[in-house]
């Protein structure tokens, strides 16, 4: 009998846990990529370490500084023979940055002799996009002698086919197009490439002492690291733009080459757009695209809006950080309030770019 009436309470019990076990599996089942992320993210500290060179030089420059032999041993470099004879190359994957593009070229202009720059009517990912140079190439005037542009049709992802693989075409077809022009090059000149995305913006004065300068075959550049403006600043972990003294087995690349690692030379602004629906292209377009997870409420502008206003991470992860120090200070960024150490094209048009200085959160729809 005692049975009996303790089996309505059972039932009182068991009901809501069931439908609260339904509940939770349905939300793992749903959010899987999610919750994969955020336990590896989270965890990361514990069982990885920063990849990346880690043989850092000190960097010496200030204002005015006379870039010569002095500069050249202060680094420890000896001065560059037949300085003379010395070509320098900046090729850049072309998607949509148009601003920090024009800010890239200004700020190289007078260390650069050749742009380099390839585009494609296509994402990674294989979506339709605008050929974003060739519709504004006018913008882009002053520099017209010194551009060589492709184009390379674009194409949708073929079964098996990943953003990765279209990555890789697009970069052996910028080795292919250095490769046919450095060959019409006199036999003494020496050449340096410039590789980095158009978001990594070497500073000047840092190409122009690694012209003067014999640095070796190759080098990776230290960037201070932005997200969304110049206001939100993460700290100085991006390393993968690098500098090479071209032979014929060089390749353009977007990884590690070598150990050293010039400190604090230029800047690194991610997800630096002047528009929202740019921001939609790129998240859907980059070979980490896989990072919206089925989640289209991330592709809302009114949530990107407010992201970018808060310093947020824009897929809604955490931070990809190596320390527990690292991963809570980026959890909560501080705004600056200093333009000051910037592109110096930037800050002379302040109006025109307001949208990547402090205080200049809102985008365009």
């Known amino acids: 009998m005692a049975f009996l009436l303790r089996r309505p309470k059972l039932k009182l019990i068991l009901i809501p846990a069931i439908l609260f076990a339904i509940i ?4 793992i089942i749903q959010n899987t990529y999610q919750i994969k992320n955020t336990l590896s993210y989270a965890t990361r500290p514990i069982w990885d370490a920063a990849s990346g060179p880690k043989d850092i030089i000190p960097h010496y420059y200030a204002e ?3 870039i010569d032999l002095h500069a050249c041993q202060l680094h420890q470099w000896k001065e560059r023979e037949g ?3 010395v ?14 593009l024009e800010i890239r070229m200004n700020e190289l202009d007078s260390v650069v002799d050749k742009f380099f720059i390839i585009e494609s009517n296509t994402t990674f990912t294989g979506l339709s996009k605008d050929t974003y140079f060739a519709n504004n190439r006018k913008r882009f005037a002053t520099f ?3 551009i060589i542009y492709t184009f390379l049709p674009g194409y949708p992802l073929r079964p098996g086919q990943s953003a990765w693989d279209v990555e890789a075409f697009t970069r052996d077809s910028m080795t292919e197009m250095l490769r046919s022009h450095i060959r019409d090059f006199p036999s003494d000149t020496k050449t340096i490439v410039l590789m980095s995305d158009i978001d990594e913006i070497p500073a000047s004065h840092t190409i122009a002492l690694l012209k003067a300068c014999d640095f070796g075959t190759s080098i990776h550049l230290q960037l201070r690291n932005f997200l969304y403006s110049f206001e939100w600043f993460l700290d100085l972990s991006s390393w993968r ?11 353009y690349r977007h990884s590690q080459t070598g150990d050293r690692l010039l400190a604090d030379s230029g800047w690194h602004c991610s997800y630096c757009f002047r528009t929202i629906p740019e921001y939609i292209v790129k998240m859907k377009g980059f070979s980490h695209s896989d990072r919206i997870g089925g989640r289209a409420k991330l592709l809302e502008p009114k949530r990107i809006q407010e992201t970018i206003c808060r310093g947020k991470d824009i897929f809604d992860m955490l931070p990809e950080a190596y320390s527990y120090l690292d991963l809570l200070s980026q959890m909560s960024l501080e705004p600056l309030t200093s333009a000051v ?3 110096r094209f930037l800050v002379e048009n302040a109006e025109k770019f307001r949208f990547l200085l402090p205080g200049g959160c809102r985008r365009e729809s």
Do not use: C, F, Q
């Open 87 to 100: 070509k320098v190359l900046d090729a850049v994957l072309m998607s949509s940055e148009l601003d920090l």
């Open 64 to 66: 005015g500084m006379k």
């Open 241 to 251: 733009a690098s500098v090479h003294l071209w032979r014929p087995n060089t390749i």
């Open 144 to 146: 017209e002698e010194k």
């Open 83 to 85: 300085k003379d004879r």
């Open 24 to 27: 939770v599996l349905h939300y």
């Open 341 to 343: 150490g910037l592109p």
